[in-house]
C-alpha cells in the first residue's frame, strides 16, 4: 500500500473519532451548563480546541456551538472535520467500502445543506447534536459490517485509538483544572462525573464500582480498565495489536514505535494508584502525552516521510 494511502486511512479515522469526541463534550456541556452555568462554562472548550491565535469568546451555549460546528476558520470545527476526513476518503475509494463513502459524503452534504445552520437557533440543541453524533455511529457501524478486516482496516484503527487517547487524556486535563479550583468535594464530583458522561463511561463506571465519584476508581478506570473502549490502556493495547498486524502483514517494518508501544501500555498497566497520586495525575498525563507525541512522530516519519 502506498505511504499515501496509508497516511490517508489513519487521518481519515483520526478525524472522524475526534469530531465524535467534540460532539459529545458540546452535547455533555450543555446539559451541565443548563443546570450550574457557573461550574460548566464553555470557554474551556473553546480554548482547548481553537487555535492560539483565536479571539473568539462567548458564554452563550447557542453561539459556542455554532462556533464549534461551523466556523470555517476554526480548524477544529465539525465542518473542517468532516470536510477533511471527506477528502481523505475520497482519495482512497478504492481501499474502502461503497458504503462507507456514501455513509461519509451525506454526512458532508448534510452539514453543508442550506439552512441547517438556522436550524440551530430553531430546534432543540441536544437534538441538533445527536442527529451529527448519528453520523458518527453510522460511520462506525460501517466500518465495522462493510470493511474487510486488511490493511485498510488497520491503518484506520491506528487513527481511531491514536486519537481516542489524546481525547481522553485531553478531556481529564482540562477537567483536572476545574477540580484544582475547588476543595467543595460536591462539586468536584460533578466534574468527575462530566468527564465520565463525556467519554462514554459513567453507566460502566456506576455498574462496576457502585459508589459516589472516588477519584482512584475514576482515574483506575480511565486510564487502567481492560474492557473500558476508551480507557487509556485499551486504546494502547488497541494501537500495539494494529501495528503487530501490519507487520504481520509486510505493511509495516519492525521499528522503534513497538517499543515505544509496549513501554507505554507497560507503564500504565503496572502504574499503582498509589505512583500516579505521588507523581501528580497531571505529570502521569502529560507523561502520556509526551511517548504519544513520540509514537506519532515515529508513524510520521519512519513510515510517512516519503508520502507519495
Known amino acids: 500500500m502506498l505511504s499515501r494511502v496509508a497516511n490517508n486511512l489513519i487521518w481519515l479515522d483520526r478525524y472522524m473519532e475526534r469530531g465524535n469526541g467534540i460532539l ?3 452535547k455533555v456541556n450543555f446539559y451541565a451548563n443548563q443546570d450550574s452555568p457557573e461550574l460548566f462554562s464553555w470557554s474551556p472548550i473553546i480554548k482547548n480546541y481553537s487555535s492560539t491565535d483565536n479571539t473568539f469568546y462567548t458564554e452563550d451555549a447557542i453561539e459556542c456551538i455554532d462556533f464549534m460546528v461551523f466556523n470555517t476558520s476554526h480548524s477544529n470545527s465539525i465542518l473542517n472535520i468532516v470536510t477533511n476526513a471527506r477528502e481523505n476518503a475520497r482519495s482512497v475509494q478504492e481501499h474502502i467500502s ?5 455513509c461519509i459524503n451525506s454526512y458532508y452534504l448534510f452539514l453543508t445543506k ?8 430553531e430546534e432543540d440543541p441536544i437534538v441538533f447534536l445527536d442527529n451529527l453524533l448519528g453520523f458518527h455511529l453510522k460511520f ?4 465495522d459490517i462493510t470493511l474487510e478486516r486488511g ?3 488497520y491503518f484506520m484503527n491506528i487513527g481511531k485509538y491514536l ?10 486535563a482540562m477537567k483536572l483544572i476545574e477540580i484544582s479550583k475547588t476543595s467543595d468535594s460536591l462539586e468536584q464530583s460533578f466534574y468527575w462525573k462530566n468527564l465520565l458522561l463525556s467519554i462514554g ?3 460502566l463506571y456506576l455498574k462496576k464500582y457502585k459508589s459516589s465519584f472516588r477519584e482512584d476508581h475514576i482515574i483506575t478506570m480511565i486510564f487502567q480498565d481492560t474492557l473500558f473502549p476508551r480507557s487509556v490502556y485499551y486504546c494502547i493495547n488497541k494501537l500495539n495489536r494494529h501495528v503487530n498486524l501490519l507487520i504481520e502483514t509486510g505493511e509495516l517494518e519492525k521499528n522503534n514505535m513497538e517499543f515505544l508501544l509496549g513501554k507505554l501500555e507497560s507503564t500504565i498497566k503496572y502504574t499503582t494508584i498509589e505512583s500516579i497520586n505521588h507523581q501528580g495525575l497531571d505529570n502521569f498525563i502529560n507523561g502520556i502525552k509526551e511517548d504519544i507525541k513520540n509514537i506519532s512522530y515515529s508513524i510520521n516519519t519512519v513510515y510517512f516521510s516519503n508520502v507519495n
Not at 98 to 102: D, I, Q
Not at 163 to 172: A, K, L
Open 98 to 102: 461503497k458504503e462507507l463513502w456514501l
Open 151 to 153: 490493511p485498510a482496516y
Open 114 to 121: 442550506k439552512g441547517l445552520r438556522e436550524r440551530l437557533n
Open 140 to 143: 462506525y457501524g460501517n466500518v
Open 163 to 172: 486519537e481516542r487517547v489524546i481525547q481522553t487524556s485531553d478531556f481529564t
Open 201 to 203: 463511561g459513567y453507566q
Open 24 to 26: 459529545s463534550l458540546l
